[in-house]
């Protein structure tokens, strides 16, 4: 059964640092990956979807890489601002494709 | 991009009341679904439908049910609600494995 775990479960920067947050998975059989943010006590939006045929995919200061073989996917946001902070998590569908099965998420802070 | 809307952002029920929550995708996407989310939990999928009138149950199925009778809305019912369905309630619309999307989610409190 695929699990998905994202570390670190917090992290706080000051602003203009770049960083980067990881995303492992069990099983590297995988259809895509795609990332999301979500702000206190609102839905998902979808940031960035990697195919499994893809090694990254980087849209604005962000930037998504995948390693199927090793079950990795990091998220790097390059000169991080106090709007960045939100809580990160990533997700992958299940081999049945029924289900997208979830992180429990990295929550970010940047201070200005 | 596709909009998945969510009938409600905020809903406060009382024990034992039936409760409806909707979700309406404005693209011809065939699969939807209701996940819930909980502080240390993360998100946990309650059902999920890949076509009008068929679904298949998640991972935490039990006092929940729905309905699917048009592509575009799923909705997802609290037979009787119970103070441990209080939650945030997510829905998403995908085209199979492709990109997923999500509505605005619903905080439902049950008292």
């Known amino acids: 059964k695929q699990e998905v775990t994202q570390i670190p479960a917090a992290l706080s920067v000051p602003e203009g640092e770049n960083l980067v947050l990881n995303c492992s998975f069990t099983?590297?059989?995988?259809?895509?990956l795609q990332w999301f943010r979500q702000d206190p006590g609102k839905g998902l939006t979808s940031l960035l979807l990697?195919?499994?045929?893809?090694r990254e995919q980087t849209s604005g200061r962000l930037n998504a890489s995948l390693d199927k073989s090793s079950g990795r996917s990091t998220l790097y946001i390059a000169a991080s601002q106090p709007g960045d902070s939100a809580t990160y998590l990533c997700?992958?569908?299940?081999?049945?494709?029924?289900?997208?099965?979830f992180g429990k998420g990295t929550t970010l802070s940047v201070s200005s | 991009d596709v909009k998945v809307t969510q009938s409600s952002r905020y809903l406060v029920k009382r024990t034992g009341e039936k409760v409806f929550l909707e979700c309406v995708q404005d693209?011809?996407?065939?699969?939807m679904f209701w996940y819930r989310q909980d502080p240390g939990l993360g998100l946990r999928l309650i059902y999920f439908?890949?076509?009008?009138?068929?679904?298949e149950k998640g991972d935490i199925p039990e006092g929940y049910s729905v309905s699917r009778e048009k592509k575009e809305r799923f909705s997802l019912i609290l037979e009787s609600a119970s103070t441990n369905q209080t939650s945030m309630y997510l829905c998403?619309?995908?085209?199979?494995?492709?990109?997923?999307?999500f509505g605005q989610g619903t905080r439902l409190t049950v008292v």
């Open positions: 998403a619309a995908s085209v199979k494995v492709t990109e997923a999307f």
């Open positions: 439908s890949y076509d009008v009138k068929m679904k």
């Open positions: 693209m011809d996407h065939e699969n």
């Open positions: 099983d590297s059989a995988i259809y895509n």
């Open positions: 997700a992958l569908f299940n081999q049945a494709g029924t289900a997208l099965i």
């Open positions: 990697i195919q499994s045929s893809q």
